[in-house]
């Protein structure tokens, strides 16, 4: 990605205008923040294959990237994930990003699978657009 690691980690960390480059995210909020401004949680809606879906993050920070995991959820029963970053030279950024989401709706295997992939393709998507010269 063509931006350094501070800002992609700043933009990460504004969770509250993921609605902006993540399609799949209706609404954001942040509930509490830390003494340097960062998310502790936050709470979400979420356009889903079955209908919106309501849930809640909580945060943990590091110098090269953050994760989450899901405190409360309608639809999901847990979420984990993970962004991480390293320097690719010359201002660019690595950014690999992991992502579980766990839920008891009645889906097959592959159908989950593939909602999941399309999820973090978007995200990156949405990221990498952030960024675009």
């Given at each position: 990605m063509s931006a350094t690691q501070a800002t992609v980690l700043a933009l990460l960390r504004d969770v509250a205008s993921q609605p902006e480059w993540i399609p799949e995210i209706?609404?954001?909020e942040v509930l509490t923040s830390d003494e340097h401004g960062r998310p502790l949680t936050a709470a979400f809606a979420a356009s889903t294959t079955v209908g919106t879906d309501r849930y809640t993050l909580a945060y943990e920070h590091s110098p090269h990237g953050m994760s989450w995991s899901m405190v409360k959820g309608r639809l999901q029963t847990g979420q984990e994930g993970v962004y991480t970053l390293e320097s690719?030279?010359?201002g660019r950024t690595k950014v690999t990003y992991h992502l579980t989401v766990h839920?008891?709706?009645p889906l097959p295997g592959f159908i989950r699978s593939r909602v999941i992939k399309g999820l973090v393709s978007d995200t990156l998507t949405g990221l990498q657009g952030?960024?675009?010269a």
């Open positions: 209706l609404e954001a690719a030279g010359r839920h008891n709706l952030r960024f675009a």
